[in-house]
């Protein structure tokens, strides 16, 4: 027996609340109060004929596939093996209207029909971390001590050893990064 994670009632409840009702006649209204519920949790085990849970599960798979829709998606992959699961459930939906990806794919795969995929696929390798690699980022900052415009904090970070060289100018120009990166060079570790 499962009872729902947010059940207002135990079983026991349940079961008290329709004995209530049919025996002593007690009113839904009163249920509710005594019971702290709503109305409308009482009238619902009242009328219900066990006090457990009904499964939220549909009842029945909302799409069939039929051998007349399982063999003109098999015909269609043959007759273009490149195509996707997308892309035949597209072609097909005017003649079946309940094609669509899902079982397109599971006929497909029923049938052994799908692509392979490269299990021996290459790792991707990381950027190494050398003597020669640094990082340069440039950030906008508001002008200091009520000056008006911007400010730029133009920075380069030593991946190696992770030593930072920052410098701070009213512009971003080439000209003036380039001057920051000349200085920094000198400031940084050696790169060999």
Avoid: C
């Amino acid at each position: 027996m499962t009872i729902h994670a947010r059940a207002a009632l135990t079983l026991l409840q349940r079961k008290e609340i329709k004995r209530l009702h049919e025996a002593e006649h007690i009113s839904i209204r009163e249920l509710a109060k005594r019971f702290n519920t709503t109305e409308k949790t009482i009238q619902k085990w009242i009328h219900r004929d066990s006090p457990l849970d009904k499964t939220s599960a549909p009842l029945k798979h909302s799409t069939v596939i039929t051998p007349e829709y399982k063999a003109a998606v098999i015909g269609y992959r043959k007759e273009h093996p490149n195509h996707g699961p997308i892309t035949i459930a597209q072609a097909l939906e005017n003649e079946f209207p309940q094609a669509n990806r899902g079982t397109v794919l599971r006929i497909l795969q029923s049938e052994e029909l799908t692509h392979k995929t490269n299990k021996d696929k290459k790792e991707r390798k990381p950027i190494p971390v050398g003597h020669h690699r640094i990082q340069m980022d440039i950030q906008t900052l508001p002008a200091v001590k009520g000056n008006k415009g911007r400010e730029y904090k133009i920075s380069m970070i030593h991946l190696k050893t992770r030593v930072k060289y920052s410098e701070i100018h009213s512009d971003r120009k080439s000209k003036t990064v380039v001057e920051v990166f000349r200085r920094g060079l000198d400031f940084l570790p050696p790169f060999f």
